[in-house]
C-alpha cells in the first residue's frame, strides 16, 4: 500500500532517474521500474517547508491547521487513492481472510509497502508473534506509526523507512513465516510486484515462507465501447472536416479509465472475445524472465464489432479467494475503480496517416502480438498485418488453451502447476 496508483506513476529503469538508496547499492544494482513516490532522499527542513500544503495555495485562501505543514505529497496520495483504499471493503476482507488463515501466535510477518499499516495491523490483531512493516516514504511510514500507536499496536508492530530492496536480515527478528504486500498497480505489475517480491524471496524468506497473496493473472479483451470512441476522436461538425485532429490519436500508450474521468463498470460496452490471460505469475516461484517480452496469440471473435481498445484487468487469487478489478466485479465497488480501475490502449490496424478500425466478424480469428518493457511494468498490443501472421523464432505463441482461458482455468492451470 505505498504510496502510489494511476498516472502518479515512476520509473526508474530505463535511463530515469532513481533515488538514491544510502550508498548501499542495492536498489541501482536491480533494474526495477517502479520506485514508489516519496522513496527519495530525506528533504531538508526547507525543502520540507517549501513543500507545505499550504503553498499550493494563494495566501488569502483559508487552509486549515491540520493541512498547513502537511506534506503535499502526502495529502495529495492520501486523498487521491488512501482514502478509496481503505474503504475498498472486499479488499480489506480477502487480505483478512488470508492472513486469518496463515497467521498464528508463532507467526512472524513482513510487509512490504506497508502505506497506511493497515495490512500490518491486520496481522497484529489476528496474533502474530511480530510484524516488521517495510514503507519508502518518510511521510507515509510515519503515518503508520501513528495509525500503528492509535491501535496500540507499537509493541508488536515495527515500522521501517526503506525500501524492502534495502531490508535486510539484521532489520528483521527472523526470517518471516508469512510475507504480505499490496503493491500491485492497475496493471498487475505496474509497480514491479514481481520484482520487489521476488527480490525479497530471494535474500530473506524461508523456502515455507506464505507469500499472500500468492497468484495473480493479467488480462485483457478487446471492447467495442462508443463512450470511448467519442472521447478520443473526431471526424467533424456540422459539415465541418476536423479529421485531422484523429491523425495524433495514441494508440500506443497504455491509459487509465480514471484518467478519462469513468469508470468502466458504468459505461456500456461490449467484450469482443473472450478474455486472454496474457500471463499468469505464482509470486512463490516466478521471475521477471518467466514472462516473455514478445508473444504472439490469436483472437476469437465471439461478437461481430469494432474494437476501440483494449481493456486492460487482473485477478490477483489464492485458493478460494480472489479479487479482481474486471468491471464486472466492480459495479457495486466504486472504491476499487478509484484507487485501481482498468487500464486502457486504443487500437489500430495499419500503420496509416490516419487511425484504422480494427473491425471483428463473429467466428472470426485476429492475430495481435504483445510487446512487454523489458521491466515487465507496461505493455502494448499490436493487431499483427497479414504479412507478419507468423511467430519468429524469438517470439511466444500461445495456443488457444493457454492463452484464451477464463479466471477458473487459469486458477486451475496455476494450481496444476504446484502438484
Not at 85 to 107: A, C, G, S
Request: a neutral charge; charged letters at 20%; glycine letters at 6%.
Amino acid at each position: 500500500m505505498p504510496a502510489r496508483r494511476h498516472n502518479k506513476q515512476k520509473k526508474g529503469s530505463n535511463g530515469h532517474t532513481r533515488p538514491s538508496n544510502g550508498g548501499n547499492g542495492s536498489v541501482t544494482r536491480r533494474d526495477i521500474g517502479f520506485i514508489p513516490p516519496g522513496a527519495s532522499a530525506t528533504q531538508n527542513s526547507s525543502a520540507q517547508y517549501a513543500d507545505s500544503f499550504m503553498y499550493r495555495f494563494p495566501k488569502n485562501f483559508p487552509v486549515p491547521g491540520r493541512l498547513r505543514h502537511a506534506p503535499t505529497s502526502l495529502v495529495e496520495a492520501v486523498n487521491d487513492f488512501h482514502f478509496a483504499m481503505m474503504n475498498d471493503q472486499p479488499r480489506n476482507e480477502f487480505y483478512y481472510e488470508l492472513l486469518k488463515r496463515h497467521v498464528t501466535p508463532e507467526t512472524g510477518v513482513l510487509e512490504i509497502g506497508a502505506g497506511s499499516g493497515l495490512l500490518s495491523l491486520m496481522a497484529a490483531q489476528l496474533g502474530a508473534k511480530w510484524v516488521v512493516a517495510v514503507e519508502g516514504s518518510a511521510e507515509m511510514a510515519k503515518l503508520a506509526r501513528a495509525n500503528i500507536c492509535a491501535n496500540k499496536m507499537e509493541h508488536k508492530v515495527t515500522v521501517l523507512h526503506m525500501l524492502s530492496t534495502e531490508l535486510t536480515l539484521r532489520h528483521l527478528p527472523d526470517r518471516p513465516d508469512v510475507m504480505v504486500s499490496e503493491i500491485l498497480g492497475t496493471l498487475l505489475l505496474g509497480e514491479s510486484a514481481l520484482d520487489y517480491i521476488a527480490d525479497v524471496r530471494e535474500r530473506l524468506l524461508k523456502p515455507t515462507t506464505k507469500i499472500i497473496p500468492q497468484h495473480g493473472t493479467q488480462y485483457a479483451v478487446p471492447i467495442e465501447c462508443d463512450t470511448l470512441r467519442d472521447v478520443c476522436a473526431v471526424s467533424g461538425w456540422k459539415g465541418l472536416d476536423l479529421s485531422h485532429m484523429t491523425a495524433l490519436q495514441d494508440t500506443v500508450s497504455i491509459v487509465f479509465a480514471k484518467q478519462y474521468g469513468f469508470r468502466m463498470s458504468s459505461v456500456p460496452f461490449r467484450r469482443l472475445s473472450e478474455p486472454i490471460a496474457l500471463f499468469s505469475v505464482d509470486f512463490a516461484s516466478a521471475v521477471r524472465r518467466d514472462i516473455p517480452m514478445n508473444l504472439k496469440f490469436d483472437v476469437k471473435a465471439t461478437s461481430s464489432g469494432t474494437a476501440h481498445a483494449m481493456l486492460y484487468y487482473w485477478k490477483a487469487f489464492d485458493g478460494d479467494l480472489v479479487m479482481s478489478t474486471d468491471p464486472a466485479d466492480t459495479l457495486n465497488n466504486f472504491p476499487r475503480d478509484m484507487q485501481w480501475g482498468q487500464a486502457l490502449q486504443l487500437l489500430d490496424a495499419a500503420d496509416g496517416p490516419f487511425p484504422t478500425p480494427v473491425v471483428f466478424t463473429e467466428g472470426g480469428e485476429l492475430k495481435f502480438q504483445c510487446y512487454f518493457s523489458s521491466d515487465r511494468v507496461t505493455v502494448h498490443i499490436h493487431l499483427c498485418p497479414t504479412a507478419e501472421a507468423a511467430a519468429s523464432p524469438a517470439e511466444t505463441t500461445l495456443t488457444d488453451n493457454d492463452a484464451i482461458e477464463t479466471e477458473k482455468e487459469a486458477c486451475e492451470r496455476v494450481n496444476k502447476g504446484k502438484k
